[in-house]
């Protein structure tokens, strides 16, 4: 049995009829930049964020960058963010001259420990980008308070959350900014490049959107330098049409993460201490774009599970600290004990909405031969 990480030939054959006519009616109208489609799906998400705007542009990495540059974050500012995430949040501080300030994950979530915050915001802290990694947002009740104590604004990084709710708030409406990508891997995935940036201050949503059109309201005419970061009317199209379909792919996703926990149960592995399985916290609502476990021997498993035709994913390999390109900053191994720990133990399987119960068992049945073999 074959079971990929990811399967969008499956989903492209439940909706390829649809998103087909939704391109042809965009072809037909050789409008290609920005435009109805475009403003239509900022409508759309904005009120599904639960949000005031949304502003699309061409990326994930483009949001955080917009958002940092929309808070004015330049050389001299600090942004504290985790060193476990994808190399995104952090790029796009040091792309604007700023200062990443790491601190380190909550290993029961991988996402930023807020507890850890009072120590690491400054007087040159500009803004704190917590990421909502894998589906979970971030302790943001913690968080939002830090950033209101030293006033700080907080960008949450939202890329793998949309729907994603945290005390009962939409992920990407609880800080000044929320960014999302349309990388095709992600819950709302286009078919390219794609991002959103949500926000409830028109202030910063009329900047957002100057910004990602090289800071020119009316055209030719710059108030600010900013980028040509915009996202294209086919996508919007395309992610229109698959946007209907989110909150079923969301319920499968879960439901998929509530088989595994029971047929991991009924194996014994997680008692044994071979298989951590991921924790969903009390006042949360996890959209599971990831489902990554803690295994003993992970990068034996891996190989075992690829030789049985399973596919996995390491996220991250690498904390962000200890990247080549930061090399110049001075950070050392055992800075951040837990994002070096996830990045040695985390493995994650396959739980795209379509994947099979057959195919559920077939991966925990694999795993479970890996242990009894080992
Ligand atoms: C995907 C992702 C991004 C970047 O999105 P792109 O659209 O690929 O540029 C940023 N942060 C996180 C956590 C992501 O998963």
Not at 174 to 201: H, Q
Request: glycine residues 8%; charged residues 25%; contains cysteine.
């Amino acid at each position: 049995m074959n079971v990929p990480m990811l399967d969008l030939k499956a989903q492209y054959a439940l909706i390829g009829d649809e998103i087909e006519a939704a391109v042809r009616v965009v072809l037909a109208s050789q409008q290609f930049i920005l435009g109805p489609e475009v403003r239509e799906l900022e409508r759309e998400l904005a009120e599904y964020c639960s949000c005031q705007e949304a502003v699309g542009c061409a990326s994930g990495s483009d949001a955080l960058l917009l958002a940092l540059m929309a808070c004015g974050v330049g050389p001299g500012d600090e942004v504290v963010t985790t060193p476990y995430s994808f190399f995104a949040t952090v790029g796009s501080i040091v792309r604007l001259g700023a200062k990443p300030v790491f601190v380190d994950i909550n290993p029961a979530t991988f996402c930023m420990d807020g507890d850890l915050l009072d120590g690491a915001i400054t007087p040159r802290t500009k803004a704190i980008i917590p990421i909502h990694l894998y589906g979970q947002c971030a302790d943001m009740e913690v968080i939002s308070d830090a950033a209101r104590a030293h006033n700080v604004a907080i960008i949450e990084d939202a890329a793998q959350a949309i729907g994603a709710r945290c005390d009962g708030k939409m992920a990407g409406s609880i800080g000044l900014v929320g960014c999302f990508s349309f990388y095709p891997s992600k819950n709302l995935g286009g078919a390219g490049d794609g991002g959103l940036m949500t926000t409830n201050d028109s202030e910063i949503a009329a900047r957002l959107r100057k910004l990602r059109a090289h800071g020119a309201e009316k055209k030719y005419y710059h108030d600010l330098v900013g980028l040509n970061s915009r996202l294209d009317s086919l996508q919007a199209a395309i992610l229109r049409v698959k946007f209907r379909h989110l909150d079923q792919w969301t319920r499968k996703r879960r439901e998929n993460a509530a088989r595994y926990r029971d047929l991991f149960g009924a194996t014994g592995l997680v008692d044994a201490e071979a298989v951590t399985l991921p924790v969903e916290q009390r006042d949360q609502f996890h959209v599971y774009n990831q489902f990554v476990i803690r295994a003993r021997d992970r990068d034996r498993l891996k190989r075992y599970m690829q030789e049985k035709g399973i596919g996995t994913e390491i996220y991250y390999p690498v904390p962000l600290h200890l990247q080549r390109c930061f090399a110049e900053m001075g950070h050392r191994e055992g800075q951040f004990p837990e994002s070096e720990r996830a990045a040695k133990e985390s493995l994650a399987i396959p739980i795209y909405p379509e994947l099979t119960e057959r195919a559920q068992e077939y991966v925990v049945d694999t795993i479970a031969a890996f242990y009894s073999g080992s």
